[in-house]
Each structure stands twice: as C-alpha cells, then as structure tokens.
C-alpha cells in the first residue's frame, strides 16, 4: 500500500503574516483611490497625465502584492 505524505495545513497568523494582509488591504485601497481622483474638471495637461500614469502604477503595485 502507497501512503500519501501529510500536507501541513495553514499555520497560525504570526505578526508578518497580519502584517502583509493588511498592507495588501492598504495596497488596494489606494488603487480604488487613485482610480476614483478624477473629478470631470481635468483639462489636457500635465496634471492630467500625471493622474493618467498614476493608475497603471497603483494597479501593477497591487497586484504584484497580490501575488
């Protein structure tokens, strides 16, 4: 008979692992944050742009957090 090796399960939350958890949630706050700073009053411009980069950069943040 073939035994199968045991799979240790999830260990406990030790202080990294909460802390990682809530930076993921902070991580993706500001995602949605960043995502939601348009107003409707932006005109072609610098500032525009910068927002405009902002969003790929807070989102490419969040999910290499993620994963």
């Not at 073939?2 to 692992?17: E, Q, V, Y």
């Not at 802390?19 to 995502?35: D, P």
Request: net charge positive.
């Amino acid at each position: 008979m073939i035994s199968t090796p045991r799979t240790r399960g999830c260990s406990d939350w030790n202080a990294g692992r909460i802390y990682a958890t809530v930076m993921l949630v902070v991580m993706w706050l500001n995602a949605t944050r960043i995502c939601v700073m348009f107003d409707g009053k932006e005109t072609l411009g610098e500032a525009l742009l910068v927002k405009i980069a902002m969003i790929p950069a807070a989102l490419l943040v969040a999910v290499q957090h993620t994963a």
